[in-house]
């Protein structure tokens, strides 16, 4: 996984909380989206977060604060919240490449 689909996905879990209700709705009459999965993953990856990360993730992109907003709110200058942003998506790429590696090791060991 790249740095760039993390943000690709982190752009798709904010649109999919920004339009929550109207994704459960379609998820009764027509069928659940796939992003639910990605939701899970990187539920599971934030879980494991440092605590200001973890922050970030739910400001930022469950509750679909801009980082302007959520700097403002804060009391930080957004070049902040941008540098915490960075340090997210850092924090994502060495989860999931740690977890891609203990993947491939137990695939080795059961083969």
Do not use: W
Not at 70 to 87: P, V
């Amino acid at each position: 996984m790249t740095k760039q689909a993390i943000r690709s996905d982190l752009h798709e879990i904010r649109y999919y909380y920004a339009h929550r209700e109207m994704f459960e709705k379609a998820g009764v009459t027509v069928i659940q989206s796939n992003v639910l999965e990605k939701l899970e993953r990187y539920a599971q990856a934030i879980s494991h977060a440092p605590i200001r990360l973890y922050m970030l993730y739910v400001k930022l992109y469950t509750e679909n604060n801009t980082q302007l907003s959520l700097a403002e709110n804060m009391g930080y200058c957004e070049g902040y919240i941008k540098i915490l942003n960075k340090q997210l998506v850092e924090y994502l790429f060495a989860y999931f490449k740690n977890l891609e590696k203990e993947e491939k090791t137990d695939d080795a060991k059961h083969s």
